[in-house]
């Protein structure tokens, strides 16, 4: 909302300067957004006088004029055909950006055609004022030298621009802005009367209300033998100040009292008017087509509300008016309409027709129910002293919806809410001042709410009143202590794994990510396809268009756009959420990697990460995040965008996939137009079970240090190729779980002496005996036992 | 006849060949000359017998004196020997130590992730814990419970992401803010509570100030006596925590939110400083947060009294709170996953913001 200083002084009787006014909106609640101060923008221009003006004597074109100036006498050749001895004129001196030109004028004299010039006259386009182009601005009047050039051209009105919450509509009309500039105490509210015009006859045009919901009360009356005139300079200049063209003396009142008053309006040609009623309906759908004043066909459904004679739909009630029946210079009698239409209606209706206007921007917030008489009295007022005419009496149908409520105040709730301890007389006198009817005795008032705040109802709305025309900067800011007792460090579980995990990964070469929630649908559709009910209905752009199944996409394709900067070695991981449904527990938090398969260079060898470096990094994240990593099975079950031969789940149990990890699938990289091959894996942190509870101390057992040393055995097998390693060592450590301490993979081998389609596997065995060494005779029986739940587990055979 | 200047020739003579050894081949030989069983010393040995007793009196302390004498240089020149073969054989293995190393990925944590941490240090000093809820909301915990009414014009400043309708017409959104962890976390806890809620809010915009995706954190107390005054004070402490100075200059603005009442924003004072910005003085205004006393209708929409509890409640955007710490120009960088960026802006995982040692 734009307002200008000396509208807003209209309604507000104020010596303030425009800051003290700005920073007094600022702390009410009303942001400033700019302030447009023309004396602040044009402050280098002044008046200056020609003293005298003669012939170049080198230029046919030029004059050279000796200016007296705000910096004394001055040079100035000028190329102006209008520039004369004795004339007032507007000087830049040296170095001033010329707004119209966009230059800055050199800081030092500079000769034209031999003549030192030291400064500038301007022309109204050169100060982005005006058109006028054709010669310097030829001052009207006696102003002094020095003036500043915005006053002598009566261009010193700065313009406020600032945000309207929408609580309050009622700032959206000056006198709005005025009233609650006085309850701060900056000035005065003066008493603006709207004035009251008595009619002459009764108005031949009556109002029937068929649809009370939408527009419960509807007052209006004509004006006969009206003359639509250009509007006078003052009400074209307010107009134009807030950025709105004057078109002619009826639409321009409409407009002034919409933004004076937050008051909209609509005035009709009573000539096109047919059957003497107009009334306020439901919209009947094509047979209420009618052209907009926005020069757009619309045919109002029953959801809208039309304002119709008994021929045609006239228009959009509170939203816009129809090309038929506006005024024009022809316009001779006219029917006011001054009514109050439904916000929610009138916003339904704008949303679903598109249209955007000032009554509207008005009546979706809420406009004062009460003002239809003043905005009628106001603007037939206007009409008689600007267009002429003769007003009929008022019709008045249906009645202004309920004032808000009284709201029961006990004054104590200002300080239980903000701890500003203000006397009662002091919240009566700012309820007071912003229009509010404090009554009652006792510490417990009854607050009449004006007809113009329907945001108040409640007990903290007048504590916000209070306390933002007090001042915020009142409050008493008091720190907040923990509460007594011990604290409890508060991070959940998922938080600490999602701590740890991201920890393990930095330290392990990873650089975190953040990527988008949202993902393409059809790269989506490459791990499995978006989740049922996770496609937006208005995405950004149609590359994220739905939230994202696995984070495994965004952190690929910028692997790529790394490589294509020349980092083709970068690994990249995210802790962040994807999404399997649209209910609240369909998101899951994952930890995401990516690891390219790029060589390195060195001296010493060249190296490149496999499938067993990512697992590796997967154990270090489980590890970390407190998965039970001992007890997870790693199974070559992976879905099918990870590479068939070279990925794998880790699992609890049959069902609990906790990480998927290995080379992603071929095809994914060709569709992602990822080149070469890639490392990834993917860990739910939601999957790892919570751990259990323990005593609630934090005491370990106690250590148990073997003190005899270990043996160590060698066995090696000859199992079939299908044979997964880890089956062939969880055997050989079932084989005697209370000596048995570890298992490692010493050696695979296939090819010569390995007959075709099996693998020789080399395992170490270590025993750890307890009480005494063990003999020869008792490791034998242990390798034995060994050797057979190997085989039977295996089918495979001790190779000899 | 043996006499023990006969030794002394002897003992110079071996002395002579032990120091004169190459190697520890030559020095045995020498040993087994003079040491050996039918060494040149043990051979006068033998001769003691034969001699008379006061002759071995002399005699064989000499002799005996001497053997040790001899084993003791023997020694010594083998350790002089065996410490040469060895610097010899090291100097063979010599390599170029000025040879680069392999090079090893740095790898960093994400800016965002630090200044989370850092707002989850400096709130639990002040005994809040973190809260979380989920990205896909429903409307009435994103606007109708937050007391958006239905159809104001409070709904369209938000920009909302929706998802298509379901069979029935209903259309879940993308959380436009971090305030539905207020109402997750009221309809499941009892008060006192004082939790922040730090994650990630959607709204349809884009240019270099706005992602469709950023991040929110939440903070909201609600007891029987948290007032206004509380909550200046905690944003104000959490300021001057965070921007880790002593002199925050900030104000406090009326403004309107629906889920608030009273409502204010909160502008700190900063200037530019170079390509960053020094946040606490300085002489412009920035707004940095909206907040509020928790609106009675919201305390009620979640079954708790207005008039027995009252609290308040901040929004703050934690990309920009990084941005302006830690002077990253362009919030879209922060989602582009660049690894120059993520290496210049990043944060080592060694560190971890906590009190004792400091937020970064």
């Known amino acids: 909302m734009k307002f200008p200083l000396s509208w807003l002084k209209y309604h507000l009787e104020t010596d303030a300067t425009l800051d003290e006014l700005a920073k007094a909106m600022t702390m009410a609640g009303l942001e400033i957004e700019d302030i447009d101060n023309p004396a602040e923008k044009f402050a280098d221009f002044s008046v200056a006088y020609v003293q005298e003006a003669v012939q170049h004597p080198d230029a046919d074109r030029l004059r050279v004029c000796t200016v007296e100036t705000r910096d004394g006498i001055k040079q100035i050749v000028c190329g102006a055909p209008n520039a004369r001895t004795g004339m007032r004129a507007v000087f830049a001196p040296l170095g001033t950006y010329i707004p119209g030109l966009d230059f800055a004028l050199d800081k030092k004299p500079r000769k034209i055609r031999g003549v030192e010039s030291h400064g500038m006259m301007c022309s109204a386009k050169e100060l982005e004022l005006g058109e006028d182009h054709d010669g310097i601005i030829d001052l009207e009047g006696d102003w002094e030298v020095g003036t500043p050039a915005v006053t002598a051209l009566g261009q010193d009105d700065p313009v406020i621009d600032f945000e309207v919450t929408p609580n309050r509509p009622d700032w959206l009309g000056v006198r709005g802005i005025a009233r609650d500039l006085a309850a701060t105490g900056i000035g005065t509210l003066k008493d603006v009367p709207v004035g009251e015009i008595e009619g002459t006859f009764d108005s031949p045009v009556t109002i029937e209300l068929d649809w009370p919901e939408a527009c419960p009360v509807f007052m209006g009356r004509m004006i006969r033998g009206v003359k639509n005139v250009e509007s006078p300079e003052w009400l074209k200049k307010a107009l134009t100040a807030i950025g709105l063209r004057p078109i002619n003396a009826l639409a321009d009142i409409t407009n002034l009292i919409s933004y004076d008053r937050c008051r909209p309006l609509h005035v009709y040609d009573a000539a096109k008017l047919e059957g003497g009623v107009i009334r306020a309906r439901k919209g009947r759908g094509e047979a209420d087509t009618f052209e907009a004043l926005d020069n757009k066909d619309y045919a109002p459904g029953e959801s809208m509300c039309v304002i119709a004679d008994d021929a045609r739909c006239l228009g959009l009630g509170g939203v816009m008016g129809g090309t038929y029946s506006g005024c024009s210079e022809e316009t001779t009698d006219v029917f006011i309409e001054s009514a109050w239409f439904d916000p929610l209606i009138t916003r339904a209706t704008a949303k679903a027709t598109g249209i955007d206007s000032d009554a509207k921007y008005r009546f979706e917030r809420g406009v004062d129910p009460e003002s239809c008489r003043d905005g009628i009295e106001y603007a037939t007022r206007l009409i008689l002293e600007i267009c002429g005419g003769e007003a009929s009496h008022v019709v008045v149908a249906g009645e202004a919806p309920a004032k808000p409520a009284d709201i029961e105040f006990p004054v104590t709730e200002v300080k239980r809410l903000t701890g500003l301890d203000l006397p009662r007389d002091e919240i009566v006198r700012i309820l007071a001042t912003l229009g509010f009817e404090p009554k009652g005795e006792g510490d417990v008032l009854t607050v009449g709410v004006p007809s113009w705040r329907m945001d108040c109802s409640l007990k903290a709305d007048l504590v916000e009143e209070v306390a933002r025309i007090h001042g915020f900067d009142h409050l008493n800011a008091t720190s907040l202590k923990r509460l007594p007792g011990r604290f409890e460090a508060p991070a959940t579980p998922m938080q600490l794994r999602a701590r740890y995990a991201r920890r393990a990964l930095a330290g392990r070469g990873y650089s975190e990510a953040v990527t988008w929630s949202f993902a393409e649908k059809s790269q989506a559709a490459l791990f499995g396809g978006h989740g049922e009910g996770l496609e937006l209905d208005n995405p950004i752009s149609s590359e994220l268009d739905v939230m994202r199944p696995t984070a495994l996409i965004h952190l690929l394709t910028a692997m790529q756009a790394n490589a294509d900067r020349g980092q083709a070695d970068a690994a990249l991981f995210e802790v962040g959420p994807i999404y399997l449904s649209d209910a609240p527990d369909g998101q899951r938090l994952v930890v995401t990697g990516v690891l390219p398969i790029h060589a390195d260079r060195h001296w010493a060898g060249s190296r490149q990460p496999d499938v067993f470096d990512i697992k590796a990094d997967v154990e270090a994240v489980l590890n970390a995040a407190g998965a039970p990593v001992a007890s997870l099975q790693t199974v070559a079950e992976a879905r099918e965008w990870w590479h068939p031969g070279r990925s794998g789940v880790m699992r609890l149990g049959p069902k609990n996939v906790i990480a998927e990890f290995g080379e992603i699938h071929l095809r994914v990289l060709k569709a992602l137009d990822i080149d070469g091959r890639v490392l990834a894996f993917e860990i739910v942190l939601d999957n790892i079970p919570q751990p259990k509870k323990g005593n609630g101390l934090k005491a370990r057992t106690p250590l148990e240090k073997a003190e005899l040393t270990p043996v160590r055995r060698d066995f090696a097998f000859l199992v079939d190729k299908s044979v997964a390693a880890d089956a062939l060592i969880r055997a050989a450590k079932g084989a005697d779980k209370a000596m048995i301490t570890g298992v490692s993979v010493f050696d695979t081998y296939e090819g010569q002496g390995v007959p075709e389609g099996q693998v020789s596997i080399g395992l170490e065995v270590t025993l750890q005996p307890r009480e005494k060494t063990l003999t020869d005779e008792e490791i034998d029986v242990i390798a034995k036992k060994i050797v057979d739940k190997a085989v039977k587990a295996t089918g495979g055979s001790l190779r000899g | ?360």
């Open chain 2, 1 to 360: 006849m043996l006499d023990t200047s006969n030794l002394d020739t002897l003992e110079r003579d071996v002395l002579d060949q032990i120091e004169a050894a190459g190697d520890e081949a030559g020095l045995d030989e020498i040993r087994v000359s003079a040491l050996g069983k039918k060494g040149s010393v043990s051979l006068m040995m033998r001769e003691l017998g034969k001699m008379s007793p006061e002759e071995r009196q002399v005699m064989g302390p000499a002799l005996n004196g001497l053997k040790t004498r001899l084993n003791d240089a023997i020694t010594a020149r083998k350790d002089v020997l065996e410490s040469a073969a060895m610097d010899a054989a090291l100097a063979s293995e010599t390599v170029d130590i000025t040879l680069p190393v392999r090079p090893e990925r740095q790898g960093s944590l994400h800016p965002i992730t630090q200044v989370m941490e850092e707002l989850a240090v400096i709130f639990a000093d002040m005994g809040f814990a973190v809260a979380e809820g989920p990205d896909v909301e429903d409307d009435f915990h994103n606007f109708t419970a937050l007391n958006f009414p239905e159809g104001h014009p409070a709904r369209d400043t938000q920009d909302t992401f929706f998802m298509k309708p379901d069979a029935e017409g209903m259309r879940k959104v993308l959380r436009t803010h971090t305030s539905p962890v207020q109402i997750r976390t009221l309809l499941k806890q009892k008060p006192p509570i004082r939790i922040i809620a730090p994650g990630r809010v959607y709204r349809c915009d884009w240019d270099q100030t706005h992602t469709p995706m950023f991040h929110q954190v939440e903070g909201l107390v609600i007891d029987k006596e948290a007032n206004m005054g509380h909550l200046k004070g905690v944003l104000l402490d959490f300021i001057a925590a965070f921007f880790e100075t002593d002199q925050v200059e900030a104000r406090f603005r009326p403004h309107h939110f629906p889920f608030t009442e009273p409502s204010a924003e909160m502008d700190v004072k900063y200037e530019r400083v170079g390509a960053g910005v020094k946040v606490g003085s300085g002489n412009q205004w920035m707004e940095i947060l909206g907040c509020g006393m928790v609106h009675p209708n919201v305390i009620r929409n979640c079954g708790l009294d207005p008039d027995e509890y009252q609290g308040f409640a901040w929004g703050m955007g934690v990309d920009r709170l990084a941005m302006l710490k830690y002077g990253a120009p362009d919030l879209r960088d922060f989602f582009n996953s660049d690894a120059r960026w993520l290496a210049h802006y990043g944060f080592s995982p060694l560190l971890q913001a906590n009190l004792a040692t400091g937020l970064s």
